[in-house]
């Protein structure tokens, strides 16, 4: 299972970006999918994450801003980010909970992270 992320970028406070993930290679069925941030000199930490049926969850710090969504056909999962503050910069890592065939179990995927940076 691969991760593929881009949306990433520089945006000015208040403003918005949407990140998408899509998943591909060889999956039978894919669980939940989510976002997770690392700033610098901090931990990764959950942004948002939502279920197989669309059951989401997401950081304090985020709610009422940021909106994730996912397209199950698609495989893919999207993070809407609107009035985004400085201390949203970090790199943004997709993450899923995946089946990759009928002989092994679910596992845990990660993508390789798009950066994103508030800055005036």
């Known amino acids: 299972v691969q991760l593929q992320a881009s949306g990433g970028g520089l945006v000015q406070p208040g403003g918005s970006l949407r990140l998408s993930c899509a998943a591909s290679?060889?999956?039978?069925?894919?669980?939940?999918m989510g976002w997770y941030r690392q700033a610098p000199g901090k931990q990764r930490e959950l942004v948002a994450r939502?279920?197989?049926?669309?059951?989401?969850n997401y950081a304090d710090s985020v709610k009422g801003r940021f909106t994730i969504s996912r397209d199950n056909a698609k495989n893919t999962v999207y993070l809407q980010m609107s009035s985004l503050k400085p201390e949203d910069t970090a790199v943004y890592f997709c993450?899923?909970?995946?089946?990759?065939?009928?002989?092994?179990?679910?596992?845990?995927?990660w993508g390789q992270g798009t950066q994103v940076t508030v800055s005036s």
């Open positions: 939502i279920t197989s049926s669309g059951t989401t």
């Open positions: 993450n899923t909970v995946a089946r990759p065939n009928y002989y092994s179990g679910y596992d845990n995927y």
């Open positions: 290679g060889s999956i039978v069925s894919i669980a939940d």
